[in-house]
């Protein structure tokens, strides 16, 4: 079996981050989202990769390279973005008709049976139920649990159903012509063409698909997502940084992880706090917050924040005479 992973997107609702950070390589828990994804894939025996690279895509394939040198990896550049489903296509020479595929979008963190998703014995699809189904791709099936129509991002939906980015695919040749069909007469969603309509397709040829039910699903593309996802996975075993060294006057409040060769100082720092390495601390508040490499972070209060690889924030500091039955309103 193949997996996919189409990583070429531009993060824009988590600008201006993303103009010099790719989103899979985003920290949650001192883990970048892409190593997530490949360490969950690896572990239930999969070992070739195609990375659908393109925005920042050489960040990604050298941190890929680097850190997964035994891995086998095509990286196929998506040079216009017309869709997840023209990400897959732009990959079909890698791709032949005897193969297995699993995609899984690139900017997501998923709870999963992994191992029982593979060994499935047909195409399935990864869903779960949300509260705003019109964001996202939606699943409809029948009582027997038949997928009867899959639709994008629909105005009025029609199921809670959504679905959270990763499939497996066993009529690969299939996929590919659906979606060179779409391409062809121009069935699209708001001008590109999703991996959504290329599989209605496919269920209207005939293919069979079934759903398969995920325990959690991080969907990672807003700062709210990126922060809370980063807390739950600091509150669980073996995220957290332990053996933490001595940091001067400086009280860490765990669950944290914290990078190497961190100067912290007069600071508090924590909960739920990810910070890079090499990254200065000083006379600081910090909690429920990301932050990169090589930051530098001095007199501030930060809460509910994502601070970018490089970033040096300064605060105001206040020196104060002040007399009898004064109010003061610093917010």
């Known amino acids: 079996m193949k997996a996919i992973i189409p990583v070429a997107g531009a993060g824009t609702r988590l600008r201006p981050l993303t103009y010099t950070q790719p989103k899979p390589l985003i920290p949650i828990a001192g883990k970048p989202i892409i190593s997530f994804i490949i360490d969950q894939l690896t572990e239930v025996g999969i070992r070739d990769f195609i990375f659908i690279i393109g925005y920042l895509g050489e960040k990604i394939k050298n941190y890929v390279e680097k850190n997964y040198p035994d891995l086998n990896k095509i990286f196929v550049k998506q040079e216009e973005r017309l869709g997840s489903a023209h990400a897959i296509w732009t990959a079909k020479q ?51 649990g038949k997928i009867c129509s899959l639709s994008e991002k629909p105005r009025i939906p029609k199921s809670d159903l959504a679905l959270v980015g990763i499939y497996k695919v066993k009529e690969v040749q299939q996929l590919v012509e659906a979606i060179d069909f779409n391409m062809r007469n121009e069935v699209s969603t708001n001008g590109e063409y999703p991996l959504t309509d290329a599989l209605m397709t496919m269920v209207n040829d005939g293919i069979h698909f079934d759903i398969f039910n995920v325990d959690n699903w991080f969907n990672c593309g807003v700062r709210e997502i990126l922060l809370e996802t980063n807390a739950t996975f600091l509150d669980r075993e073996g995220y957290a940084s332990s053996n933490l060294p001595g940091f001067d006057n400086s009280i860490i409040i765990h ?77």
């Open 94 to 144: 890698h791709l032949q008709e005897k193969d297995e595929l699993f995609i899984f979008f690139g900017d997501v963190i998923i709870d999963a049976d992994f191992q029982a998703m593979v060994k499935h014995p047909s195409s399935c699809l990864g869903v779960k139920k949300v509260l705003a189904p019109w964001e996202f791709g939606i699943v409809e099936h029948d009582r027997d």
């Open 255 to 331: 669950p944290v992880s914290i990078g190497e060769n961190c100067e912290i100082s007069n600071s508090i720092v924590g909960p739920h706090v990810t910070i890079g390495s090499n990254t200065k601390i000083n006379n600081a508040i910090v909690k429920n917050s990301i932050i990169g490499n090589f930051a530098s972070i001095k007199e501030i209060n930060l809460e509910q924040s994502i601070v970018g690889h490089d970033a040096s924030i300064v605060g105001i500091r206040q020196s104060l005479n002040i007399g009898d039955n004064t109010e003061i309103d610093f917010s």
